[in-house]
Each structure stands twice: as structure tokens, then as C-alpha cells.
């Protein structure tokens, strides 16, 4: 395992970030018949635009995306990224890898400290003051949190009161076990070192199934903080709808 306090030092700032977006949104229906769900229009444009305009506007310069359904959708629109200002390295998925996989594979590549995002949400997280709590810790990855209006479909969190390092974590808990509201934004701070509990053999990977138990069962550093910000991910018909009424005008 490599030494995360000297891993920290040689990332003063976050740069790089990873969009998840390979997944088809099956349970948006219609509304992903000839798009991908981030390039769902929300206030008049592509949602993945929100997002990489949102990081891009706190000091994200690097990005990678990863593309499965319809992934020529969003390579068209953004291309290399140099209309936003950025620059974007796509991760072509023949096969889904998972979450934690997409990142596996593309460990050369985040060669420090990194933001991780769920292309499917909605947002205007803060993801400087993710940053800041992350690096004041000797975190291997660090989660942002919100209240679950429904932890059954979220992953649920409980942390020590006074450093915020997670004690437990179940993914997607049966009503019967339900011991929190705070639960897994989607939105991640993750140290390359984090990567190294994971095998290639064992894909597909998830980050909720798999990275975070891993690293909690070795007893290595997690974290988690509240989000400053709102976050909604639009994977029913419902939120996607929700996001749209929040993005109108006034």
C-alpha cells in the first residue's frame, strides 16, 4: 500500500476528474432511447455540460469519461473539450467495468488525488470543500453525503461524530436494516492508493459494492462529510422531472 500522507502532499489542488457515464438508465424508458442518460437536456442543456461546467468553474482541467450506451452521443458533443476549455480522455467500455473498475483500468491515469462524479446527478456541489476535508485527513477516499429520502436504494453511512471516519457502510440496505439517513452522494475524493485493494480479475467492480467494503474490511481510511450543495440524481422518470423544475427559470 503506498504512504497516502506523501501521496496528499504532491496534490496540492484537484485537477483531474471522472465522470461515470456508461450507464443506459433503463428505468428512465423513453427518455433514453436515443441518448444516453447524462445527455438528458436539464435547463436547456446536456446535464454532463452541468457537471463539467460546475467542475470545470472550481479548477478541474482533466477529465475522463467513460462511454458505453450510445457513448458516440457524448463523444460528438464535447469532443476533446476544448470549447470548455478543458481537456477530456474517454474510456471506450465494450464491456461494462463497473464503477470501481473504470477506475482500475484507468489507474495510470489518475496519478494523484482525484474527484469522481456520477454523470447522472444533478448538482452544485462545492467540490473544493470535499477536497479541503479530505486532504486535513489521512483519507484513502473520501465520500460526500446527504439525507436519503430513501435508503433502500442508497448506500447508507455512519461515521465517527468527531473526525467523520466511517465506522459502517451497507450498500442498498433491506428496510429491516436500515441505521441512517445520511447516505452516498455519488461524489468522491480517491487516492490512487485506494485502487490498490482491487484485482482486474474480479471485474466488473463497483465503488458502493466493492472499493468501499474492501477498504473498510482492511481497516484503511474512509471518510465522509456532508455535501455542500444539493444533489439529485435523475435515474427514475420522477427526479428526472424534479431536476427539470429546479433548473427553470423563475
Known amino acids: 500500500m503506498a504512504n497516502t500522507a ?10 483531474k476528474a471522472m465522470i461515470l457515464a456508461a450507464g443506459k438508465g433503463t428505468r428512465l424508458g423513453e427518455f433514453t432511447a436515443q441518448r444516453p442518460k447524462p445527455m ?3 435547463g436547456g442543456r446536456p446535464l454532463l455540460e452541468h457537471l463539467l461546467v460546475l467542475l470545470r468553474d472550481q479548477g478541474i482541467s482533466d477529465f475522463a469519461i467513460n462511454l458505453h450506451y450510445l457513448g458516440t452521443v457524448i463523444r460528438d458533443y464535447f469532443g476533446d473539450g476544448t470549447r470548455w476549455g478543458v481537456h477530456i480522455h474517454y474510456l471506450e ?7 470501481a473498475g473504470t477506475l482500475l483500468h484507468l489507474r ?3 496519478d494523484q488525488a482525484f474527484l469522481v462524479v456520477s454523470g447522472d446527478l444533478y448538482t452544485d456541489a462545492d467540490v473544493r470543500s470535499l477536497f479541503a476535508f479530505h486532504r486535513q485527513r489521512p483519507a484513502l477516499l473520501t465520500m460526500a ?9 442508497e448506500g447508507i453511512v455512519a461515521t465517527e461524530p468527531r473526525t467523520g471516519r466511517v465506522t459502517r457502510f451497507v450498500e442498498k440496505p433491506p428496510p429491516h436494516a436500515v441505521f441512517s439517513r445520511q447516505a452516498n452522494a455519488g461524489i468522491y475524493v480517491i487516492e490512487p492508493a485506494a485502487l490498490d485493494v482491487l484485482s ?3 471485474l466488473p467492480l463497483d465503488i458502493g459494492n466493492d472499493l468501499i467494503p474492501t477498504l473498510l474490511r482492511h481497516d484503511l481510511p474512509v471518510f465522509a462529510t456532508p455535501l455542500d450543495g444539493f444533489v439529485l440524481d435523475i435515474g427514475a422518470p420522477e427526479r428526472y422531472q424534479e431536476a427539470m423544475r429546479r433548473a427553470a427559470p423563475p
Do not use: K
Not at 506523501?6 to 485537477?15: E, F, G, I, K
Not at 467500455?93 to 464503477?99: A, K, M, Q, V
Not at 453525503?145 to 436504494?153: C, F, G, I, Q
Open 40 to 42: 438528458l437536456p436539464v
Open 93 to 99: 467500455e465494450e464491456t461494462l467495468l463497473g464503477s
Open 108 to 110: 495510470q491515469y489518475f
Open 145 to 153: 453525503l446527504h439525507e436519503a429520502e430513501e435508503p433502500t436504494r
Open 200 to 202: 482486474a480479475a474480479d
Open 6 to 15: 506523501r501521496d496528499r502532499q504532491w496534490a496540492p489542488v484537484l485537477h
